[in-house]
């Protein structure tokens, strides 16, 4: 506890969240990954409590009112078709599965919020393109009415520039709105309000990938799939009761008598087809997801890869660095309003180029540093941790 305090305290004051500090966080707090830790409690408990016994012994004491006859047995029951070891089977099985899964589960954690990341930082690029392009419409009004009012203007300019500037006032809302959603969700993970972050959203791709490896999910259900055949196997060992074998003593008026002692439970056999039954079809829908969850790793990790690698291709085809093009484009279409030598609805329409080239620039980069995660992930790579 003390190590997550003084972590979100760090946080709290560091100048700007970085991808790595975010994942780090989310490691320490994020609640579906403390679900799958708890799992794993709960199936050590379970293995420590499946021994090859099965049950525990059983003591039973008693004496007469006035002392002249005592008893006394213990007896350890045990089965004698394996039950107790099929248990134990099926317990280490489960325990295993469980520890896979919260393996899976930190770098899922890690994607998600590196993924959550990304969307952060493009929902806070969006904002702050949107409020440029409020501003650059509000300045574009502005000389609208100057010309009007002077005479050299037209009221089509002056009333295309109200008309857009309402909208591009709307279009800063949504962009606040998306910001704070995406602010909250990366919150969730992180355990604290987000600060500054990066501003490229490339930031929090991690740039390899890793090779194909046996993932831990699939190890996960691999085990599952064993223990429910040793789940199974018991469920058939419990068709005969378990035999007690142990010791009796026993005092009468001064006779001392002990020895062996046999015990069997009523009745003698059980065909137990409940617990067989149940026990079959969770066997068939173990099977059934093992198969599930490895084709769908195959197939992330594939089509994860051919995204990513279109993805890079078509970047790279682009200019260096759009976000740098776009800030003296804009300047220079508001120059050529205001020298009057064009109409609004061109300058409009060279605007919306510029911005909407803007937001498909950050989107692309945001989509590459999606694919890069999910490479990752299908590949469980430790790039993904910080």
């Known amino acids: 506890m003390l190590q997550l305090l003084t972590l979100l305290t760090t946080l709290a004051t560091a100048a700007v969240l970085t991808p790595n500090e975010a994942v780090r966080a989310a490691l320490a707090n994020d609640p579906a990954l403390a679900a799958r830790k708890a799992d794993v409690d709960a199936a050590t408990g379970m293995r420590r409590e499946a021994t090859f016994f099965g049950r525990n012994p059983q003591v039973d004491v008693s004496t007469s009112n006035d002392g002249t006859r005592r008893t006394g047995s213990v007896v350890q029951p045990l089965s004698i078709t394996g039950e107790g070891f099929f248990a134990a089977r099926s317990a280490g099985a489960g325990l295993k599965a469980a520890k896979a899964s919260a393996e899976r589960a930190r770098f899922e954690t890690a994607a998600t919020t590196r993924r959550a990341y990304v969307r952060a930082v493009l929902a806070r690029e969006h904002l702050r393109l949107a409020d440029e392009d409020r501003a650059l419409l509000a300045r574009l009004r502005g000389v609208a009415e100057a010309r009007v009012a002077a005479g050299e203007g037209v009221d089509l300019d002056l009333r295309l520039a109200r008309l857009e500037q309402a909208r591009a006032m709307a279009a800063w809302l949504d962009a606040q709105r998306e910001a704070s959603d995406s602010d909250i969700d990366l919150a969730g993970l992180i355990g604290m309000t987000p600060g500054a972050l990066e501003r490229d959203p490339l930031t929090a791709g991690p740039t390899a990938q890793g090779d194909p490896a046996h993932r831990s999910d699939v190890v996960a259900a691999e085990a599952a799939t064993r223990s429910a055949r040793a789940a199974l196997a018991r469920a ?18 001064g ?10 439970e009523l009745p003698l056999w059980s065909w137990n087809q409940s617990g067989v039954g149940s026990a079959r079809g969770n066997l068939r829908l173990a099977q059934a997801m093992e198969v599930s969850i490895a084709a769908r790793a195959a197939t992330e990790e594939a ?51 510029v911005v909407e080239g803007q937001r498909a620039w950050t989107s692309a980069r945001a989509a590459i540093a999606v694919a890069r995660i999910d490479v990752a992930l299908a590949r469980q790579s430790e790039s993904l941790m910080p």
Do not use: C, H, Q, W
Not at 255 to 264: L, M
């Open 303 to 353: 089509r994860a890869a051919e995204r990513l690698k279109v993805a890079e291709e078509s970047l790279a085809a682009l200019a260096p660095d759009v976000g740098a093009e776009a800030a003296p484009a804009i300047r220079a279409i508001e120059t050529l309003f205001a020298s009057g030598e064009t109409n609004l609805s061109d300058i409009l329409l060279l605007r919306f180029r």
């Open 236 to 253: 058939r060992a419990a068709i005969l009761p378990a035999i007690g074998l142990g010791a009796f003593y026993e005092k009468d008026n």
């Open 255 to 264: 006779s001392e008598i002990f020895g062996p002692a046999i015990t069997v």
